[in-house]
């Protein structure tokens, strides 16, 4: 039996997923499959959103570029660079846990330790100014253990922490929108969101 297409613009009739059909849980999956599509133009565009002064001297968004560029030349593969591009894109979506926000965004797309890195590079940046605001610069050291501690450590130090320099020739955002493209153009799982 052939499904008759629902134009993709019409709703379904449920209010409870419970009560859904076939049909129109095939519908939404459609709509859901043009979303993910899309969602390379949405991260790009909250990274523009990102070009204004905050306090530095650099943008947020000249920051991420400078990161991105850094890794790029030291020869790091497409998702560890693009993972640099987006490391602090929870900086727009969620200011207050910005480290998690981004590694939520990126989880579906990246390797297990980008995902760590990106998910704690907020904690061990704060090596280097943490003792200047009250807190502890060597909280780090909880994960010294982990298998991902050194790649951590490695990362804030080449690609975060000295990325706020005006003077840096760093690359555009159209040099890094394909890359971005490529790593986001469809998760790596089955559909369900979380890593096996």
């Known amino acids: 039996m052939t499904v008759p297409r629902r134009s993709l613009m019409e709703a379904v009739s ?7 059909t076939a049909e129109e849980f095939a519908h939404l999956a459609a709509i859901e499959e043009g979303e993910v599509a899309r969602f390379p133009d949405r ?16 943008t947020r968004l000249e920051h991420s570029l400078q990161s991105a560029t850094r890794a790029h030349r030291a020869g790091e593969d497409e998702e560890t660079v ?3 591009l987006l490391h602090d894109i929870g900086d727009v979506l969620a200011p207050a846990n910005h480290s998690q926000a981004a590694a939520a965004l990126l989880r579906p797309y990246v390797s297990e330790r980008n995902h760590w890195i990106v998910k704690h590079h907020g904690l061990f940046q704060g090596y280097y100014y943490f003792h200047h605001t009250g807190g502890d610069r060597d909280a780090r050291e909880r994960y010294r253990d982990h298998a991902y501690y050194q790649a951590t450590v490695d990362f804030c130090a080449h690609y975060d922490q000295n990325c706020f320099d ?6 555009p955002l159209e040099f890094f929108e394909p890359m971005v493209r490529r790593v986001l153009r469809r ?5 369900t969101g979380e890593h096996a």
Do not use: K, N
């Open 187 to 191: 998760p790596r799982d089955s559909g």
């Open 166 to 171: 005006p003077a840096y020739d760093w690359e």
């Open 43 to 58: 991260v790009l565009g909250w990274l523009r959103e990102m070009d204004e002064p905050g306090g530095y001297q650099v």
């Open 14 to 20: 449920f209010t409870r997923m419970s009560d859904g």
């Open 82 to 84: 693009v993972c640099a």
